[in-house]
């Protein structure tokens, strides 16, 4: 395997804002006078927090009903599955499918990637860097999609406003749902993934 | 301070010496097959230009209502404001602060920032706080959501579809517009700045 070598073994810090390779010793980025860090602050235990956080409000974002809705004199209240199920009874599966895998599937894989990564960094384990690595950048990617349904939620909401006939009003859910995505983002950002990479350097 | 003549990968720590790219090449980290510097294909002069109509089309894309719906002789239209506005009634109001962040306030502040930036270096100044603006553009990056605003629409389109008389309006093709325009000005390829105007004004 073909030997990499490090910027902290070459005395280089890498400013995360501008992407400046800056001598190891300043306390400043000398481009954009950002703050330089070896690795990102308390990595692992601020992605831990935001992702216990983001946890804990998952569970109200799934049981509390994120939308009410008044049609033509009858009322229902739904959850994000129940609306998801509602679609595929309806007929259209293909809406009921993008929208189990904004709200669903994307946080349910967000959770469990930065749950595996959370746990094997704090191993030191050596398993599937390069794998783990993309999976990183995977969740990266696909997390904001899941603002979906709140944008959703907002739009119905803001349209079906016919006092007696009917309305659509927004519920405590999507409240929960909307800090969950923000709390997974922020987990995110939080975490470094070159902490990843150091096990192989600490093994070496 | 030397000419900076390393590359270090975001992902992984790896050091390569940097080279030259042309405008559109990309290269990639060898260990971890991340992105390590990309040049794109625009220069200061078009990237200010779609900036500048970015700007324009944002108004038209918040002037004029995304969607309006019919039924039994009663009509009612939303523009993006609107819909922010819906989300701030009762208990909720801390999402629709969110929800206006990232489909209103970031998408705007981004193109504000880029065409103050843009027109300067256009000159070949960098522009009066200019650290301050791209550390502010790195900043807002992630929170720029358009995108998904896009496809909400098209799925409340859908959703009230089956029930109501749904018209998509004037906001929604500007919106589509926009959506477009922000993705080759939104990217990291700003952050060549960085290197023409290294240390900017102090």
């Given at each position: 395997m073909r030997k990499f070598n490090n910027a902290s073994d070459m005395n280089l810090i890498l400013c995360h804002l501008c992407g400046n390779a800056c001598v190891d010793g300043v306390l400043r980025c000398p481009r954009c006078r950002s703050t330089l860090h070896r690795r990102k602050p308390d990595s692992l235990a601020r992605t831990a927090a935001f992702f216990m956080a983001g946890l804990i409000f998952y569970i109200p974002a799934n049981l509390l009903p994120m939308m009410y809705t008044d049609m033509f004199g009858s009322g229902s209240e739904n959850t994000i599955l129940s609306g998801v199920i509602e679609f595929w009874e309806s007929g259209s599966w293909d809406i009921a499918l993008l929208i189990f895998i904004a709200s669903v599937l994307v946080p349910c894989l967000k959770f469990l990637v930065l749950g595996t990564l959370l746990v094997t960094c704090r191993l030191r384990s050596r398993w599937a860097m390069r794998e783990r690595s993309k999976l990183y950048r995977l969740i990266e990617v696909i997390g904001y999609w899941s603002m979906l349904d709140v944008l959703v939620v907002a739009l119905v909401a803001a349209l079906v406003?016919?006092?007696?006939l009917s309305s659509i009003e927004p519920r405590e859910g999507i409240l929960f749902f909307g800090l969950v995505v923000v709390l997974t983002m922020l987990a995110a950002m939080s975490f470094d993934p070159r902490l990843i990479w150091d096990a192989e350097v600490e093994h070496a | 301070m030397s000419k900076t003549s390393w590359t270090i990968c975001e992902h992984c720590d790896a050091v390569y010496p940097s080279i030259f790219l042309e405008q559109g090449q990309k290269t990639y980290c060898?260990?971890?097959?991340?992105?390590l510097e990309v040049v794109g294909r625009l220069n200061t002069q078009q990237m200010l230009a779609l900036s500048i109509c970015a700007l324009i089309v944002f108004c038209i894309a918040n002037a004029f209502p995304v969607m309006s719906i019919s039924v039994q002789g009663l009509s009612n239209e939303a523009t993006l404001w609107q819909s922010i506005n819906a989300l701030a009634q009762g208990q909720i109001s801390v999402i629709a602060a969110v929800a206006g962040l990232t489909i209103i306030l970031a998408p705007l502040l981004q193109i504000l920032l880029l065409c103050w930036v843009l027109s300067f270096a256009v000159a070949g100044v960098a522009a009066p706080g200019f650290s301050v603006c791209m550390r502010a553009l790195e900043y807002l990056r992630p929170w720029s959501m358009l995108e998904v605003c896009l496809l909400g629409i098209l799925v409340a389109i859908i959703k009230l579809g089956g029930l109501l008389d749904v018209h998509p309006g004037m906001g929604l093709w500007a919106l589509t517009m926009l959506t477009l325009l922000i993705i080759p000005i939104s990217g990291?390829?700003?952050?060549?700045l960085w290197e023409e105007f290294e240390g900017g004004p102090s």
């Amino acid at each position: 395997m073909r030997k990499f070598n490090n910027a902290s073994d070459m005395n280089l810090i890498l400013c995360h804002l501008c992407g400046n390779a800056c001598v190891d010793g300043v306390l400043r980025c000398p481009r954009c006078r950002s703050t330089l860090h070896r690795r990102k602050p308390d990595s692992l235990a601020r992605t831990a927090a935001f992702f216990m956080a983001g946890l804990i409000f998952y569970i109200p974002a799934n049981l509390l009903p994120m939308m009410y809705t008044d049609m033509f004199g009858s009322g229902s209240e739904n959850t994000i599955l129940s609306g998801v199920i509602e679609f595929w009874e309806s007929g259209s599966w293909d809406i009921a499918l993008l929208i189990f895998i904004a709200s669903v599937l994307v946080p349910c894989l967000k959770f469990l990637v930065l749950g595996t990564l959370l746990v094997t960094c704090r191993l030191r384990s050596r398993w599937a860097m390069r794998e783990r690595s993309k999976l990183y950048r995977l969740i990266e990617v696909i997390g904001y999609w899941s603002m979906l349904d709140v944008l959703v939620v907002a739009l119905v909401a803001a349209l079906v406003q016919f006092r007696t006939l009917s309305s659509i009003e927004p519920r405590e859910g999507i409240l929960f749902f909307g800090l969950v995505v923000v709390l997974t983002m922020l987990a995110a950002m939080s975490f470094d993934p070159r902490l990843i990479w150091d096990a192989e350097v600490e093994h070496a | 301070m030397s000419k900076t003549s390393w590359t270090i990968c975001e992902h992984c720590d790896a050091v390569y010496p940097s080279i030259f790219l042309e405008q559109g090449q990309k290269t990639y980290c060898l260990r971890c097959g991340s992105v390590l510097e990309v040049v794109g294909r625009l220069n200061t002069q078009q990237m200010l230009a779609l900036s500048i109509c970015a700007l324009i089309v944002f108004c038209i894309a918040n002037a004029f209502p995304v969607m309006s719906i019919s039924v039994q002789g009663l009509s009612n239209e939303a523009t993006l404001w609107q819909s922010i506005n819906a989300l701030a009634q009762g208990q909720i109001s801390v999402i629709a602060a969110v929800a206006g962040l990232t489909i209103i306030l970031a998408p705007l502040l981004q193109i504000l920032l880029l065409c103050w930036v843009l027109s300067f270096a256009v000159a070949g100044v960098a522009a009066p706080g200019f650290s301050v603006c791209m550390r502010a553009l790195e900043y807002l990056r992630p929170w720029s959501m358009l995108e998904v605003c896009l496809l909400g629409i098209l799925v409340a389109i859908i959703k009230l579809g089956g029930l109501l008389d749904v018209h998509p309006g004037m906001g929604l093709w500007a919106l589509t517009m926009l959506t477009l325009l922000i993705i080759p000005i939104s990217g990291k390829s700003i952050r060549r700045l960085w290197e023409e105007f290294e240390g900017g004004p102090s």
